[in-house]
């Protein structure tokens, strides 16, 4: 397959590009300034892209089967900080950059999307979901170190997904498990719909690794076309 991913610097994204090589597939690997990417790995290929430009968006897209987002403001693999901070200052970036891919998806209705997300979006328990409550979500993000004003992020991303609920390109959302850090492949996992999996001390965790294998995974065997996934332990 001739797999695209955006955010290919990132810390998911450069995981999936890693998986998808060595898996056999072609990869073009999309960042915001290509000229600064050493990589002359096989059946890999690095080209700019501007996610909040259509006709940019748009000319990256022929000859894909699947496109993977893995958008963020900044780089959060090397600044998580300033990512944050973008993020708080305009959290309809990621609804935006939705609309973006799904317009440039019009001339090509047969490229795949999958769009790397948010975890606030999945419901805790039937039909509460954190996203809308700003307590359960102050209470996440300071069990995981983030700020309060992160809240408005989360949202973003859950706006994301209702952007994407709307069209009926191929799209999939994949929301990873709440505590997501560089680990170990493992290829183990378990996969969920909108409900995160809990590990057996009542954890959603996985490893950016097992991430890339579950995304990977979804480009070669369609299972959540115009439906969200997430997985954990």
Do not use: C
């Not at 950059?97 to 948010?118: D, Y």
């Not at 409550?133 to 706006?159: C, K, T």
């Amino acid at each position: 397959m001739h797999i695209g991913v955006i955010g290919a610097t990132g810390g998911i994204g450069s995981r999936v590009v890693t998986e998808a090589l060595e898996r056999g597939h072609h990869v073009t690997a999309f960042s915001r300034d290509a000229t600064r990417v050493d990589d002359d790995r096989k059946n890999a290929v690095w080209k700019s892209i501007n996610v909040l430009d259509v006709n940019s968006v748009a000319a990256a897209i022929p000859g894909l089967d699947v496109l993977i987002s893995g958008f963020q403001p900044g780089n959060a693999a090397k600044d998580m900080a300033n990512t944050v901070a973008r993020s708080i200052a305009d959290p309809t970036t990621y609804a935006t950059a939705a609309r973006v891919l799904l317009k440039a998806l019009e001339s090509h209705p047969r490229t795949r999307l999958i769009v790397i997300g948010g975890a606030g979006s999945l419901e805790i328990e039937p039909g509460v979901v954190r996203a809308d409550s700003d307590q359960l979500l102050h209470e996440a993000l300071d069990a995981i170190g983030l700020p309060r004003e992160y809240a408005a992020a989360v949202r973003g991303h859950r706006d994301a997904l209702n952007v994407l609920r709307t069209s009926n390109r191929l799209w999939t959302y994949f929301s990873p498990a709440e505590d997501i850090a560089p680990g170990e492949r493992t290829g183990r996992f378990r996969i969920g719909g909108d409900q995160p999996v809990l590990d057996a001390d009542g954890r959603s965790r996985i490893s950016m690794e097992d991430a890339a294998v579950a995304l990977v995974d979804e480009a070669e065997l369609p299972r959540f076309v115009q439906r969200r996934f997430t997985i954990g332990y």
